[in-house]
């Protein structure tokens, strides 16, 4: 898989390494603003019960 995405990306290397690290922060950024906020709203229980007497 990562051998077809190298290929399949335009220029020397230097500018491929460029492009996949955009794409990797973009991604991340993507995760961290929309993904995990939902998934935690989603999958995570709110009603904590430990410390409660």
């Known amino acids: 898989m990562y051998a077809a995405l190298w290929r399949a990306l335009p220029g020397p290397a230097w500018v491929r390494v460029i492009v996949l690290l955009v794409l990797a922060a973009a991604a991340l950024a993507v995760l961290v603003t929309w993904v995990f906020p939902w998934a935690a709203d989603t999958l995570l ?8 007497s």
Not at 45 to 52: A, N, S
């Open 45 to 52: 229980p709110q009603d904590v019960t430990v410390g409660d």
